[in-house]
């Protein structure tokens, strides 16, 4: 995973509801805290039943700095974005990863920090993360539609899909696959040069894939993915 994200400084992971960029977001954390400092900034205003802030307290035991929209896993209808998300951009960090909202509501809140982010905009890497399984993007012209929007209000341009196609426990290397060949054909038609799979590990090392990809662990599940009986 190291490898792909590159020597990016911020590294911003957007992508609908059921996409797995919190899985994502979790991941990087963790494995970036291993060797340098990092933060988490859940800036997902979109879904507050399924995001980054649950794991607040196993992120902080990893020394991973968290921050989050204020009243972010309460029951308050919409969480205000702290002044304090701001001193990333002005504190001493090796990484910082942004968790973020996938809809063009959710890009709203990565606009408010454009100026922020284009004057670091080479170290900034924004990816697209896309689960072709999920009924909002099962089609590249919903992928498209979806691209649009988070650049149109979160004013930054995307320079990575990843491709995370699964079904939980029914994922198979097949749907692996095809995922792939949908989220190259998104990327030509979007001019995007860079595209990666991620999977669980088991599974996305039986796949044949053409881009490389990296594995992840599952630190979320709600308790309608739960398999047990």
Known sequence: MKN????????????????????????TAFQFAENEKTTLVD???????????????????????????????????????PAEIQSVFENPCDRVIFDVG????????????????????????????????????QNIADVIDLYERIRNRGRL?????????????????????QGEAKAMECAHHLGIRQVCSSGMEDIIRQCRLQAP???VRRHMKPEWMDETP
Do not use: W
């Open 43 to 81: 800036l997902d205003i979109v879904n507050p039943y399924f995001r980054s802030g649950e794991k607040a307290e196993e992120l902080k035991e990893k020394g991973i700095r968290v921050l989050m929209p204020t009243f972010a896993l309460s029951t308050v209808d919409i969480p205000a974005l």
């Open 213 to 215: 990809f990296f594995c």
């Open 157 to 177: 341009e995307i320079d990575m899909i990843i491709n995370n196609t699964n079904l939980a426990g029914e994922t198979t290397p097949d749907m692996i696959e």
């Open 4 to 27: 792909l994200l590159g020597h990016h400084k911020y590294l911003v992971m957007t992508g609908n509801y059921g996409s797995g960029k919190t899985e994502i977001s979790l991941n």
């Open 102 to 137: 996938g809809d063009d509501t959710g890009a709203a809140a990565l606009g408010r920090y454009y100026p922020s982010f284009a004057a670091n905009r080479e170290q900034t890497l924004v990816s697209l993360v896309i689960n072709f399984m999920r009924p909002l993007t």
